[in-house]
């Protein structure tokens, strides 16, 4: 992710919008939402998509289960 969203990352897509407070928040709490996390069922790593708020899914297995809003594991975030 070199260029023009070196900074910004993932919130590149808010544009100048909402402060960049607000923004570097939101780019910590999604990326680690969509970093890969181990499935607990068939521990392959990666697999694991959050359907909704709080549900998580495993592409590999089916799995699916409740965890915390943003990781699967609301331990995980500090
Ligand atoms: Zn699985």
Do not use: D, N, Q
Not at 7 to 13: A, E, F, L, Q, S
Not at 55 to 72: E, H, L, M
């Amino acid at each position: 992710m070199l260029g023009r969203t070196r900074k910004v990352g993932i919130t590149g897509r808010f544009g100048a919008r909402y402060g960049s407070t607000v923004r570097s928040r939101v780019r910590k709490i999604e990326e680690a939402m969509r970093a890969p996390h181990r499935c607990p069922r068939c521990k392959s790593r990666g697999k694991l998509k959050r359907l909704s708020i709080g549900i998580w899914t495993c592409k590999k297995c089916g799995y699916t289960f409740a965890g915390g809003a943003y990781v699967p594991f609301s331990s995980l975030i500090k």
